[in-house]
């Protein structure tokens, strides 16, 4: 199976704040990567796939970089409905496999 | 607005069998294939299982490898998981998720809101 190492596993952030969470695959998965925001007691939303498309409705302080084994999640200018807990996934073999989530809180 | 809809859950002992269901509405469901996906209490997301639009592609994670089986009536525009042998680290809510793409890996862009599994005896 391929593994997930996403980081950090929270992060404090002030609103404004550039932001920035990061994934590693434990093997090469080209562009098959999303990444979602979780809200307490909310399903998990859509926020970009092939690691750099931005699914529809979702702002564009939002991006996403990488291939291969290397990824990154940026929000551009924090904003207060942007505190949640994100994950990323690979969608390039079985088993699917999501990082750990990285939680972020408010400083 | 494309929409799913999971029911079923609920507190089994263990050892127990549960049948969870993810009605899909306002979408052509019968051209996406469907995955399941859980959460434990206070985790990360797991992986369950996937089936193709047409059910012949059928994947478990190997945590429930023959204990559940994934199935889909495309009639009924629905989504079955069938859960035999829980055990307590069932305990989860369960989403059903849809994929972005036809015919080839996607992204889940459309999760349901999630049942409740509690295995306890």
């Known amino acids: 199976a391929i593994r997930i190492t996403q980081s950090p596993s929270s992060l404090s952030a002030s609103t404004g704040d550039r932001v920035t969470i990061t994934c590693r695959a434990s093997?090469?998965?080209?562009?098959?990567l999303a990444w979602y925001q979780q809200k307490p007691g909310k399903a998990p939303k859509l926020l970009i796939y092939?690691?750099?498309t931005l699914h529809s409705g979702v702002p564009s302080r939002f991006s996403g970089s990488g291939s291969g084994t290397d990824f990154t999640l940026t929000i551009s200018c924090l904003q207060s409905e942007d505190f949640a807990t994100y994950y990323c996934?690979?969608?390039?073999?079985?088993?699917?496999?999501f990082g750990g989530g990285t939680k972020v809180e408010i400083k | 607005e494309v929409q799913l809809v999971e029911s079923g859950g609920g507190l089994v002992q263990p050892g127990r069998s549960l049948r969870l269901s993810c009605a899909a509405s306002?979408?052509?469901?019968?051209?996406?294939?469907m995955h399941w996906v859980r959460q434990a209490p206070g985790k990360g997301l797991e992986w369950v299982s996937n089936?193709?639009?047409?059910?012949?592609?059928?994947v478990y994670a190997d945590s429930v490898k023959g204990r559940f089986t994934i199935s889909r009536d495309n009639a009924k525009n629905s989504l079955y998981l069938q859960m035999n042998s829980l055990r307590v680290e069932d305990t989860a809510l369960y989403y059903c998720?849809?994929?972005?793409?036809?015919?080839?890996?996607?992204?889940?862009?459309?999760w349901g809101q999630g049942t409740m599994v509690t295995v306890s005896s």
């Open positions: 998720a849809k994929v972005g793409s036809i015919g080839s890996p996607g992204a889940f862009d459309i």
């Open positions: 306002r979408f052509t469901f019968d051209d996406y294939a």
């Open positions: 089936i193709s639009w047409n059910s012949s592609t059928i």
């Open positions: 093997q090469g998965i080209s562009s098959y």
């Open positions: 092939a690691a750099s």
């Open positions: 996934q690979q969608y390039y073999s079985y088993p699917r496999t």
